[in-house]
């Protein structure tokens, strides 16, 4: 049944950022990091709970292929990541869905596996979403090489160098996931069965879990290789190097609808953002501690971002737009006379919005979040849901048209009449299910599309509700037209969520899908964004993150904006 | 008992059968309704394909309607077909849902809502069930006149009067019933030893994953109607990464 919930004018208090102004496409599709993204609160909770890692089995032969297992050990439970590597033809490298075979593929495993559950992962994990697979799996994934930095790894490693960390900072990763995919996905556990364990209780947290994991075992495994090729002369990778290795990714489509499917955790999330920095912006003088770390952080943006290169025109422009906007960042806070003033930190976050591309001025929340976990951090605790949509039948059509006037006027104003409008649409393919995005007039399967119009559709609501003059109750229309109870059943329920709509038309035909992306990504923590095209990106994950052997407290809570490791480690 | 097609997450549940409905010819909205209903089953440790198959079919084979008329009668609601069709049961599920949602804080126990000539009656049950309301008990008369009901209640608990699983068992239209009961209900002499389903199946189902058989085809072909042919171009241009990467 349904909550009692909030009204929005609650949720939204004074000092937050509006959701008009948060919840656009173009700010969106500028997020940043920030210490409340879950790959942070993840390594807070492990060095916190001294979780213990423990690789299980390594077999593993001279090429790098093989099975292993490596666990960790949580306060109450341990998972495993089971990973399998095979030989794989170059040509058959792709990062699409439709794709057939990968160089790793793994679950994490609940518990510790016994060789029988092994074998029959070793049937069926390397087969990925043609595999079947059981509750006890959380989380299927699999990862391509970079064969480039492999190879280059793994060769100076074994001749007793380290390597060229220019061409390390260049890829950033040894492996790349292709997808992860967790809840429930090709016969792995519901979230369900994990959602009340105090680790598992956050977005996303076993599928970082994973990741993090795997990045562990990526470091391992190039330093297998070289110590079998090289013998003695070989040597481990410097531990500022290994640190500085993320895991790469290659997120497409797929994750674009995830957002719009599940618009009060989305609005969860976004909460949990504006709040923190809303509690930040309302203090009004700050700590020698918290003026140390900010000084401490902003040179690490500078140096991070200038790092930061990519191939794609648009993106490459908004990052030398960001550097600039960290200069004048700079500047203003090298002047002694800006100090002095009360509410240093909403001045920052002012000036910021007067001066900065919305690049410049997300990044700046990012710092602006970094050094006061102890007023921020308990928010990551609130950013997860059950809430599903609720359709409220008794409510009449006049007040369910004030709903649309009140919150979908963003909505209202698309003309969708134009075909312009609705160009776009979303479907899944006949092959392998993958997500792809069509051009309604061109391509075939626009009758077939994912409900995910959600502007479109409550402009046909409002549409239809001016033309019935009697004033019936929603059970009853809904009875008579159907095809509208789920956009009725949304509507009604995100009202009580400000935050939870995307306030933008995801089927105009200049629709850009990666801010969609870029935002959920963010969420997840993830840095250097390299855009490939308006459908797909690429971005590092964990880069700069401690490893688990020695993650120390400070360590854990200090990762935000990696850079390359100083000359003196290479 | 043969092994089943497949077994599936209660999530898959949710994706393949809400989508199978639409494929079957259901609006999106009540296409959720029914992958919610799909999931009560398969949360009592049932083959949800089963159950749900052959309300599909009678929408897909326009045996039965989604047009229906809703009457008050004094404390009876009544909801009718339109047409000479048997009602959906697919329609009238979420009918009654609406029906309980708005008369929730009506405390005239009296009311009670009539479907009539509803093709699949035990999937107003499973309609009900999900909804995880208070107590109601949904009960139908068969064509040789016997008696069946199912009693529901919240946190997944719910009664049947048969002791079978048995699908055949409910076949055929028939007039259904719904009436709110006291929750003391549940442990009445009426109920008492009846085949009982609990938060524990569900529980278990997450341990060991829905086990679906015969009629998993069935599902799978109304879900497949959902999915767009690949052509060469949507295959090039329709997703993200390039078909060869080695970086």
């Known amino acids: 049944m349904k909550e009692i919930m909030p009204e929005s004018n609650n949720v939204v208090s004074t000092g ?306 960001t550097r600039e906007d960290l200069k004048l960042l700079a500047n203003w806070f090298a002047d002694e006379e800006n100090l002095k003033q009360p509410f240093l930190w909403e001045r920052i976050l002012r000036f910021a919005e007067s001066n900065f591309s919305l690049e410049g001025q997300e990044l700046t929340v990012s710092l602006l979040l970094e050094p006061h976990g102890e007023l921020v951090d308990d928010l990551a605790d609130e950013m997860q849901t059950s809430t599903e949509t609720e359709l409220e039948p008794s409510m009449s059509l006049t007040e369910l048209n004030d709903l649309l006037q009140k919150s979908f006027s963003w909505a209202l104003e698309i003309d969708f009449e134009d075909p312009e409008k609705q160009r776009r649409f979303w479907y899944y393919s006949e092959e392998k299910l993958e997500p792809r995005f069509g051009d309604r007039y061109a391509d075939p399967g626009a009758e077939k599309e994912m409900p995910l119009a959600v502007g479109r559709d409550v402009y046909l609501l409002s549409k239809k509700i001016k033309s019935i003059s009697a004033d019936i109750s929603v059970g009853a229309f809904v009875q008579k037209y159907p095809e509208f109870r789920h956009i009725i059943r949304r509507v009604q329920t995100v009202v009580r969520f400000p935050y939870a709509e995307i306030r933008d038309n995801i089927l105009d035909a200049e629709m850009r899908p990666i801010d969609l992306l870029r935002f959920k990504l963010a969420f997840f923590g993830a840095s250097k964004f390299d855009p490939k095209s308006e459908l797909w990106t690429r971005i590092t994950l964990f880069q700069g993150a401690p490893l688990p052997v020695g993650l120390s407290k400070s360590e854990a809570e200090e990762w935000a904006f990696p850079f390359i490791p100083a000359q003196e480690v290479r | 008992m043969n092994s089943p097609e497949i077994v599936l997450s209660f999530n898959e549940v949710m994706f393949y059968f809400s989508r199978a409905a639409v494929g079957a010819g259901l609006p999106y909205g009540l296409a959720e309704e029914f992958g919610r209903s799909s999931i009560w089953i398969a949360a009592g440790g049932l083959d949800p394909a089963e159950f749900t198959s052959n309300a599909l079919k009678s929408l897909d084979e326009a045996q039965s309607s989604l047009s229906a008329s809703q009457t008050e009668n004094g404390a009876e609601t009544v909801l009718t077909c339109s047409g000479e069709k048997t009602l959906s049961s697919l329609l009238a599920g979420p009918s009654v849902c609406d029906w309980i949602s708005a008369k929730d804080n009506d405390s005239n126990e009296n009311q009670h809502f009539s479907a009539k000539n509803v093709d699949h009656p035990f999937m107003l049950a499973a309609a009900v069930g999900s909804f995880n309301s208070r107590s109601w008990e949904i009960s139908w008369h068969d064509s040789r ?71 998993w085809p069935i599902i799978h072909s109304f879900f497949s109607r959902c999915l767009v042919p690949s052509t060469d171009e949507s295959r090039k241009s329709g997703a993200g990464a390039g078909l060869v990467e080695t970086d």
């Not at chain 1, 593993?60 to 990973?83: F, M, N, Q, W």
């Not at chain 1, 160098?161 to 950033?172: F, I, Y």
């Not at chain 1, 912006?281 to 700050?286: C, V």
Request: proline share 3%.
């Open chain 2, 145 to 215: 006149g016997t008696l069946y009901a199912v009693l529901t209640a919240e946190h997944g608990n719910w009664k049947t009067s048969w002791d079978s699983a048995d699908i055949s068992l409910m076949s055929g239209a028939a007039d259904v019933t719904i009436r709110s009961v006291e929750r003391s209900f549940f442990n009445a002499d009426k109920w008492n030893g009846k085949k009982s389903y609990s938060e524990k199946n569900r529980e278990r189902v997450l341990e060991t994953g829905v086990q679906v058989y015969e009629a």
């Open chain 1, 16 to 321: 937050m950022r509006s959701p008009e102004k948060v919840m656009r496409l173009s700010r969106m599709g500028s997020s940043f990091q920030t210490r409340l993204s879950f790959m942070r609160s993840l390594t807070r909770r492990i060095s916190r709970e001294k979780w213990r890692f423990e690789k299980i089995r390594f077999d593993i032969d001279k090429d790098g292929y093989g099975v292993s297992v490596y666990a960790v050990h949580t306060p109450e439970r341990t998972y495993s990541l089971v990973t399998f590597t095979n030989a794989i033809d170059p040509e058959m490298r792709t990062d699409r869905v439709v794709a057939e075979v990968w160089d790793a593929t793994f679950n994490l495993f609940d518990g510790v596996p016994t060789d029988s559950d092994i074998k029959r992962l070793s049937l069926n994990t390397p087969k990925q979403e043609a595999g079947r697979f059981s509750p006890s799996e959380l989380v299927l994934a699999r990862a391509n090489k970079s064969l480039r930095l492999f190879e280059h790894v793994a060769s100076r490693l074994s001749e007793g160098k380290q390597p060229d960390v220019e061409l390390l900072a260049s890829v950033g990763y040894l492996m790349r996931t292709t997808a992860v995919y967790g809840s429930g996905k090709f016969g792995c556990a519901d979230r369900e069965k994990i959602a009340k364990r105090p680790e598992t209780r956050g977005a996303f947290q076993v599928e970082l879990l994973t990741v993090y994991l795997f990045r562990w075992f990526t470091i391992e495994l190039v330093e297998h290789v070289a110590k079998l090729r090289g013998g003695r002369k070989a040597v481990s990778l410097n531990p500022e190097i290994s640190k500085y290795l993320g895991i790469g990714n290659a997120t497409g489509l797929g994750m674009a609808p995830f957002l719009i499917k599940h618009p009060v955790l989305i609005h969860n999330w976004v909460l949990a953002l504006e709040t923190a920095l809303s509690r930040v912006i309302a203090l009004e003088s700050y700590t020698p501690e918290t003026l140390s770390l900010f000084s401490k952080n902003l040179p690490r943006a500078i140096q991070h971002i200038a790092e930061w290169n990519v191939e794609d025109q648009l993106q490459t422009a908004r990052i030398l737009k």
